[in-house]
């Protein structure tokens, strides 16, 4: 299994403004994925966190909004860019442990609110 | 916390019954399968999982079932439990690709 916190777990900002949130996992992953889960929605992949190289964004999802840094195997951040009211969601963080198709661990999740 | 899936169809069980949340997926590489719950203020939480060479597959109180023939996808759950009460997402994935998640469904659990 893996052991994942998130930073912050909830946080209320401002329109216009950037919120970073971070990911720390406790053993070394090759992969981390982050999710979108919007108010009432199922998760939605944003992007695919890769050590040593850029983030893989899903369609709909763009760097210039969501820059994702990956430093090492244990830690990820997902910044939320120049805020509007429809960013407010909860954003998850997953790893998955092994090699193909095996289970997905989440964080408990970063619920934002934009006012 | 302030919950997750407002809007998500729900089951409503009676304590003790047993629950079936049912899931379509539309992929039909799909070749891995897996079972969420989420409560409330959480992320979601591994229940079972289940690859298509299989059709049945059980844990402990729960058993899920996988039809490849029609793309149906069931989680069971016998003598739910209120701590059973959340939302149930079911997911899939091809080869190496990422988990897509499915609609969810919020389970009730009455006493």
């Known amino acids: 299994s893996a052991v994942i916190s998130q930073k912050p777990s909830r946080d209320i900002c401002q329109r216009g403004t950037s919120l970073t949130i971070q990911c720390q996992v406790d053993s070394q992953v090759t992969m981390m994925f982050w999710y979108r889960q919007q108010p009432g929605q199922s998760l939605t992949l944003i992007a695919t966190a890769n050590q040593g190289s850029e983030a893989t964004y899903e369609s709909g999802f763009v760097i210039d909004k969501f820059p994702i840094s990956r430093p090492n195997l244990t830690f990820s951040t997902l910044t939320v860019s120049n805020m509007s009211p429809e960013d407010s969601s909860i954003y998850l963080c997953?790893?998955?442990?092994?090699?193909?198709?095996?289970?997905?661990?989440f964080g408990q999740g970063t619920r934002l609110t934009v006012v | 916390g302030e919950s997750v899936g407002l809007h998500l169809p729900t089951l409503s069980v009676q304590e003790g019954d047993n629950s079936i949340i049912n899931c379509a997926y539309s992929n039909s590489a799909s070749d891995y399968f897996i079972w969420y719950k989420q409560e409330s203020g959480k992320g979601p939480q591994f229940i079972i999982d289940i690859r298509s060479n299989m059709d049945k597959r059980q844990g402990q109180r729960v058993t899920v079932l996988l039809n490849k023939t029609v793309k149906h996808l069931s989680l069971q759950i016998a003598a739910t439990q209120p701590g059973d009460s959340a939302v149930y997402f079911c997911a899939e994935s091809s080869g190496n690709t990422p988990l897509v998640f499915g609609k969810g469904t919020r389970l009730s659990v009455i006493a």
């Open positions: 997953s790893v998955e442990k092994g090699a193909v198709n095996t289970e997905a661990f």
